[in-house]
């Protein structure tokens, strides 16, 4: 069927359903196909429990008109919703980098929001499923849309800005992620740099960060809107980050922040750079940020048993480790416990960037070292004094032993390591 046709069918329904543990009344299920599951199957159990159409990719499965029959059920997510994405003539903001998109994304739609209704990636809806659930989701009264883009290969990028046409983008930072997919450092920058690539193309605006180098060196742009250096569209500074960002904003008003270390100054500099392009009130962007509190196990503080806990535990990379473990090293408290989980996707590079972070951990003062996890072997190897852990359980039965008071502790690793849950056993 035409994308036009069923962009009535989706009109006519209440939103997007991919999973039939969670359907939604009178919406429209696309059964799409997994490693281990073909959504095929699932579409009478969707239509049953309270779905409008089904789309699927196989004639068999097809038994009546509410069954919507195309060749493939994710092209067709992607295409109905880049058709949806045409009938809006508002600015479309893609972030993407290699750290801090969720943080930007949602600092950003913090800010924007004090002035326009804004409409933003839920969570980390930001693959090639998850893009297209986004923007089908936008309402008609939506004034500006944020759309979070994360990728492991070079061309995805690319191909989410053919679905989304972003007609204002930013990159975070290039680092040290997702190396075995994108083929080494090089294939990253190359990879991100694709949201330049489509915006030149497009006639599109580029916020870049003027202190990264990176950034400047693969931008092409002839007027870029740069922050947050003095002479910039945009200017503020970093007055504090430890553990709190304190900064001192263009009109010169110091605002304390909810969010810990400095790295996080480049995405509240992003976001009060671009709420001032949209003519959000001074005064209101910085209200924003300073009552943004980050959640999702990014950068979290929390207290507990008179410990001091930062919660870092969503992702982990070379680049993010490094800048989290010297704002650590740069924190004032009496005792520090660094609890460092294993860097995912690394590929053929994972054991020399673990040795480095052992070498990197070994130049500062922590009174406690503790490694966990298979690669973070390596990191012992290069940091004989680390305590270290093959694996989360027996991470966490040390912890039962050995009670933490009175300490900072910065809790960091892959998602995937899912060290949050040493929090239910530090006493």
Not at 87 to 115: D, H
Not at 210 to 224: C, M, V
Not at 305 to 318: E, H, K, V
Request: charged residues 25%; hydrophobic residues 40%; aromatic residues 10%.
């Amino acid at each position: 069927m035409e994308i036009q046709k069923i962009y009535k069918h989706f009109i006519e329904c209440d939103g997007i359903s991919t999973d039939t543990r969670h359907i939604k009344a009178h919406s429209m299920f696309f059964a799409l196909k997994g490693a281990n599951f073909n959504g095929n199957s699932f579409a009478k159990d969707a239509l049953d429990l309270g779905a409008e159409y089904a789309v699927v990719d196989e004639e068999k499965f097809k038994i009546s008109d509410r069954y919507i029959l195309v060749k493939d059920v994710l092209t067709a997510l992607q295409d109905l919703a880049n058709f949806h994405r045409k009938q809006f003539k508002i600015p479309f903001i893609a972030v993407t980098g290699t750290n801090g998109k969720t943080t930007s994304k949602e600092l950003i739609k913090t800010v924007l929001s004090k002035k326009y209704i804004t409409y933003a990636t839920v969570g980390n809806l930001n693959n090639h499923i998850g893009i297209p659930l986004t923007i089908l989701s936008i309402k008609r009264d939506v004034e500006i849309a944020v759309i979070e883009m994360g990728a492991n290969h070079q061309k995805e990028i690319e191909g989410y800005c053919k679905i989304a046409e972003p007609s204002h983008g930013l990159i975070t930072n290039i680092g040290k992620a997702h190396l075995e997919g994108f083929g080494g450092f090089e294939g990253v920058k190359k990879g991100k740099g694709e949201l330049y690539e489509y915006l030149l193309r497009a006639g599109g605006v580029a916020f870049i960060n003027s202190n990264n180098e990176i950034l400047k060196e693969i931008s092409k742009f002839t007027a870029p809107i740069y922050y947050p250096r003095k002479g910039d569209y945009y200017t503020c500074e970093l007055l504090e980050s430890t553990p709190f960002v304190i900064i001192e904003t263009e009109e010169h008003k110091t605002v304390e922040t909810q969010l810990t270390g400095a790295y996080n100054f480049e995405n509240i500099a992003a976001a009060l750079c671009i709420g001032k392009y949209f003519n959000v009130p001074a005064d209101a962007a910085n209200a924003a940020v300073a009552r943004y509190d980050p959640q999702n196990n990014r950068s979290q503080i929390i207290e507990k048993a008179g410990n001091t806990i930062i919660l870092d535990a969503y992702n982990a990379n070379p680049s993010s480790m490094k800048a989290a473990i010297e704002n650590f090293a740069k924190m004032k408290a009496g005792s520090k416990v660094l609890v460092l989980g294993d860097m995912f996707e690394l590929g053929d590079e994972s054991e020399a960037e673990h040795k480095n972070l052992g070498k990197l951990i070994s130049q500062y003062h922590f009174d406690k070292v503790l490694l966990c996890g298979n690669q973070m072997s390596f990191a012992k190897e290069a940091y004989s004094s680390a305590l270290y852990f093959p694996d989360k359980a027996s991470l966490i039965e040390w912890f039962k032993a050995n009670q933490i008071k009175d300490s900072h502790l910065l809790i960091k690793g892959s998602r995937g390591m899912g060290l949050e849950k040493a929090l239910d056993v530090i006493l």
